[in-house]
Nanobody, 127 residues
Framework: QVQLVESGGGSVQAGGSLRLSCAAS????????MGWFRQAPGKAREGVAV????????DYADSVKGRFTISQENAKKTLYLQMNSLKPEDTAMYYC????????????????????WGQGTQVTVSS
């Protein structure tokens, strides 16, 4: 059974930092494309960051470039999202996503059609 469990969300003031974690189990972690998405109330889900299989390639939404960093620790089967210089507009539910179907990570990042999703962790940034 595939499980993705996020943690690390919380409430911070603008300019602060948070580190989200996503613990993965139940599938072939090393061959997966993984990403972070977020959804604010009343808004569509949007991609935040993605890390391609092997970990050598990453991509970010323009709104978070230079502030957020996606990384993974294969030994712990854990995905991370380091979020610095947080802004009120970063407030959202953040979801971890993974896919091991072999589909292009570029396609998955573009469409959001990942096969596995976590339950989400709330991030609230106050001004």
């Amino acid at each position: 059974q595939v499980q993705l469990v996020e943690s690390g969300g919380g409430s911070v003031q603008a300019g602060g930092s948070l580190r989200l974690s996503c613990a993965a189990s139940g599938y072939t972690y090393r061959t997966s494309c993984m990403g972070w998405f977020r959804q604010a109330p009343g808004k569509a889900r949007e991609g935040v960051a993605v890390i391609y299989s092997g970990g050598s390639t990453t991509d970010y939404a323009d709104s978070v470039k230079g502030r957020f960093t996606i990384s993974q620790e294969n030994a712990k089967k854990t995905l991370y999202l380091q979020m610095n210089s947080l802004k009120p507009e970063d407030t959202a539910m953040y979801y971890c996503a993974a896919d091991s179907s072999g589909d292009s990570c570029s396609f998955l990042w573009l469409t959001g059609h990942f096969g596995y999703w976590g339950q989400g962790t709330q991030v609230t940034v106050s001004s």
